[in-house]
């Protein structure tokens, strides 16, 4: 069965430092998103990405987080200086044309120290 | 914005039936999403509904009713792997994209 791939599944980084999130959305999906999770939390929406460009955005998603889609198979979503807060589980997801449901992929889990 | 209500936590006995509610209040509704999370793992998907009614999927069903707000989820003779946090979510407005609620934690004990 197709997956959607996440890259690293874990990453641990200092206060103010730069991380890329990668991953490999299924390749015959078109819609691309990125969620997060901060532990014992919610399943929060970021960002949603179409036809290479970002469709809609949540207000977490501010001027520190951007998306990109550099190649026909990579998605990735970047945090320029990372904060203790954006200590989470970010989940990548896909989801082809016509169909609701998304596929996630197995999730980055982000400490900040 | 959207308000999405169920409940923290459920126990059931392996073999059992068990309902999941949700409530939501939001303007515009486009659809209700069933997902499905063990701990430390990504949701994966187990229904969508638009219309009111029951789909029936397996051992698992959605129910909605648009005019009450309200859906649930019904896990028919439940096994031990079904425990697992399950999440509803609401997409609505001009946005086709969920806002998912807190998550039901279910815990089936044999």
């Known amino acids: 069965e197709p997956e959607v791939t996440q890259t690293p599944s874990h990453q641990v980084t200092q206060m103010g430092q730069e991380v890329i999130l990668r991953c490999v959305p299924i390749?015959?999906?078109?819609?691309f998103y990125w969620y997060r999770q901060i532990l014992g939390q919610k399943v929060e929406f970021l960002v949603s990405?179409?036809?290479?460009?970002?469709?809609?955005k949540s207000e977490i998603f501010d001027d520190q987080f951007s998306v990109e889609r550099p190649d026909g198979s990579n998605f990735t979503l970047k945090i320029r200086s990372t904060k203790l807060e954006d200590s989470a589980m970010y989940f990548c997801?896909?989801?082809?044309?016509?169909?609701?449901?998304?596929?996630f992929g197995s999730g980055t889990r982000l400490t900040v120290v | 914005g959207q308000n999405i209500d169920q409940p923290t936590e459920m126990t059931a006995t392996e073999g059992a039936i068990v309902q999941i509610n949700c409530t939501y209040q939001?303007?515009?509704?486009?659809?209700l999403f069933w997902y499905q999370q063990h701990a430390g793992e990504a949701p994966t998907f187990l229904s969508y509904?638009?219309?009111?009614g029951l789909e029936e999927k397996g051992r698992f069903s959605s129910f909605l009713s648009r005019s009450k707000g309200y859906s649930y989820l019904l896990l028919k003779e439940l096994q031990m792997k079904d425990s697992a946090s399950y999440l509803c979510?609401?997409?609505?407005?001009?946005?086709?994209?969920?806002?998912f609620g807190r998550g039901t934690s279910l815990i089936v004990h044999p």
């Open positions: 997801a896909s989801r082809s044309v016509g169909h609701s449901g998304y596929t």
């Open positions: 390749s015959n999906h078109l819609y």
């Open positions: 990405f179409y036809n290479n460009e970002i469709s809609e």
């Open positions: 939001t303007s515009g509704f486009n659809g």
């Open positions: 509904n638009v219309l009111d």
């Open positions: 979510a609401v997409s609505s407005g001009g946005s086709y994209i969920p806002t």
